[in-house]
């Protein structure tokens, strides 16, 4: 049956340091529109964890609500994982963080969790500088919910439903670098050749790395506002008749060399232009990466590679001094220590 995953397994698949396959870092089978860019993005995690040797056990996904946020659910399926209310995975993820800092918290978002409803959420997680790796793949729609505009679409642009977009659109790149993560970068989910050392970069790095994902939606992209719609390309698929039929599309793949501009054509036709950073970018200075976002903006192209490292960077638990056993290594005493040390903790801000 189609709906299960099959538990076949080649002998002679390779191994890591760990003796795993890529096999070991799958998760469930895949409930997302055949064809959808979240797909792609987690068989890069995938890869990515499998060359970084990373203990599955070791690692706790988390995610909000949303096409983006059920991805969890398809990798690490031996990892530790929470599904969270829609915009509060921040909350949840600096939790589970104090208690047990020893884990690589790995945390799916979308344009909506992140962009909207968790707006606030997402910026407070940046400027305390928690150490985790933060993926939001962005489409630009509510996919989940029949294809509202989301708060990152391009002003002007309109969905499937006709509806325009009237305001300017957040770019969650720009947002990070002003807010004071110390990676940062974007990525496109056909171009795994650029975005699986990104992944590993950012699973790599110490405090807070966000990656911004364009993950096109194949189906509500394919709207009569576009004038090169999969209707108007395709003229023998109609679908004034079947209001939500999905077809079944080939995964928008790409690969361009450093400094190249490649034009990405989409599942309905229309074209999505990507300019990758040049080999010589200096990715140490935040300010210039905003500027270099914007002017790229401003000429049609979307700007992807990594914007900003800051290697030295202190996380949440340097700069406030946190103990370095997780809590559920602590005894009794030193959890809950009783009045006296409250009252002494209490008489110290009188």
Excluded: W
């Amino acid at each position: 049956m189609s709906f299960i995953k099959s538990t076949f397994r080649h002998p002679r698949l390779p191994v890591n340091d760990l003796g795993l396959t890529y096999r070991d870092y799958e998760g469930a089978l895949s409930t997302l529109c055949a064809g959808c860019g979240h797909d792609s993005i987690t068989a890069a995690i995938i890869q990515a964890c499998h060359e970084l040797s990373i203990q599955p056990s070791e690692v706790a996904k988390l995610s909000g609500i949303g096409c983006s946020s059920k991805a969890p659910n398809y990798f690490l399926n031996k990892a530790h994982g929470f599904n969270t209310v829609h915009g509060r995975m921040p909350s949840i993820a600096t939790g589970a963080n104090l208690a047990n800092q020893e884990l690589l918290y790995l945390a799916m978002s979308g344009d909506g969790d992140s962009a909207s409803i968790g707006f606030g959420q997402f910026a407070h997680v940046v400027r305390r500088q928690l150490n985790m790796v933060y993926m939001v793949a962005n489409n630009g729609v509510y996919g989940l919910t029949k294809g509202q505009l989301a708060a990152t679409a391009d002003k002007g642009v309109k969905n499937k439903a006709g509806d325009l977009s009237l305001f300017n659109d957040i770019d969650l790149c720009v947002m990070a670098l002003q807010l004071g993560a110390s990676f940062v970068a974007r990525s496109f989910s056909g171009d795994k050749h650029q975005l699986v050392p990104l992944l590993k970069a950012a699973m790599s790095h110490k405090g807070f790395a966000f990656i911004d994902i364009v993950s096109p939606c194949v189906t509500f992209n394919n709207h009569a506002g576009s004038t090169r719609s999969y209707d108007y390309v395709h003229d023998h698929v109609t679908t004034a008749a079947v209001a939500d039929f999905v077809p079944v599309k080939t995964e928008i793949t790409s690969h361009s060399n450093s400094g190249e501009c490649d034009d990405v054509c989409l599942h309905d036709g229309s074209i999505m232009r990507i300019q990758k950073l040049t080999q010589d970018y200096d990715s140490s200075n935040a300010s210039q990466a905003i500027i270099d976002i914007e002017q790229n903006k401003q000429a049609g192209k979307i700007l992807t590679g990594l914007f900003y490292l800051e290697p030295t960077a202190s996380d949440f638990h340097e700069i406030n001094d946190t103990n370095n056993t997780p809590l559920n290594q602590l005894s009794q005493d030193v959890l809950c220590p009783g009045n006296r040390v409250l009252s002494g903790i209490n008489d110290s801000f009188r």
